[in-house]
């Protein structure tokens, strides 16, 4: 049984904690990396987290990561509305995948936020729990390994 979880950041949240704390929160990235590694620590599992700007690099990390994983668990920031080439790579994963957004995108003021194309990929989705919803997804991969 594989016990990597791959943690995939898209674009500008290497910035967070830095802008817009009302809506993103005050923590950083290697905040939530930490949160991802004390849920995964304790159960014996790693973490590969990334972030990236760029998205032929999210599409390539995807793809090398195909199989071999417990499970992703991605944040596709704005890659989640425009990002068809991260959605295909995504439907040819072997592991369960789910999509995180700190933020409620279905509660945004702009509408288009909510219509994440990356969902039709995901197994699951955890919106507006703040950088907290990335512990509880990496907790739902393991769970799910569990069962396997
Ligand atoms: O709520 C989320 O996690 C988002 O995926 C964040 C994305 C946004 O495009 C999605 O609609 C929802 C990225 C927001 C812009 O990047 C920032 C990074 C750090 C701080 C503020 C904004």
Same mark, same amino acid.
């Not at 990597?4 to 993103?24: D, F, K, M």
């Not at 425009?82 to 995504?90: C, N, W």
């Not at 509660?107 to 039709?120: D, G, P, Q, V, Y």
């Given at each position: 049984?594989?016990?990597?979880?791959?943690?995939?950041?898209?674009?500008?949240?290497?910035?967070?904690?830095?802008?817009?704390?009302?809506?993103?929160?005050?923590?950083?990235?290697?905040?939530?990396?930490?949160?991802?590694?004390?849920?995964?620590?304790?159960?014996?599992?790693?973490?590969?987290?990334?972030?990236? =700007?760029?998205?032929?690099?999210?599409? #390539? *990390?995807?793809?090398?990561?195909?199989?071999?994983? $417990?499970?992703?668990? !991605?944040?596709?920031?704005?890659?989640?509305?425009?990002?068809?080439?991260?959605?295909?790579?995504?439907?040819?994963?072997?592991?369960?995948?789910?999509?995180?957004?700190?933020? =409620?995108?279905?509660?945004?003021?702009? #509408? *288009?936020?909510?219509?994440?194309?990356?969902?039709? $990929?995901?197994?699951? !989705?955890?919106?507006?729990?703040?950088?907290?919803?990335?512990?509880?997804?990496?907790?739902?991969?393991?769970?799910?390994?569990?069962?396997?």
């Amino acid at each position: 049984m594989s016990r990597t979880i791959l943690v995939l950041n898209g674009p500008n949240l290497n910035l967070l904690g830095e802008r817009e704390p009302e809506i993103y929160g005050s923590e950083t990235l290697a905040d939530v990396a930490q949160s991802c590694r004390a849920v995964a620590d304790e159960a014996g599992f790693a973490i590969d987290f990334r972030q990236t =700007n760029v998205e032929h690099e999210m599409v #390539e *990390w995807i793809q090398e990561n195909r199989t071999g994983l $417990a499970g992703i668990v !991605i944040n596709p920031a704005a890659f989640s509305y425009a990002g068809y080439p991260i959605l295909d790579a995504l439907k040819m994963v072997d592991c369960p995948i789910v999509e995180v957004h700190i933020s =409620n995108i279905h509660r945004r003021e702009e #509408e *288009w936020r909510a219509n994440s194309l990356m969902t039709k $990929a995901a197994t699951g !989705i955890i919106s507006g729990l703040g950088i907290h919803g990335y512990a509880l997804a990496v907790r739902h991969v393991i769970w799910l390994a569990g069962r396997a």
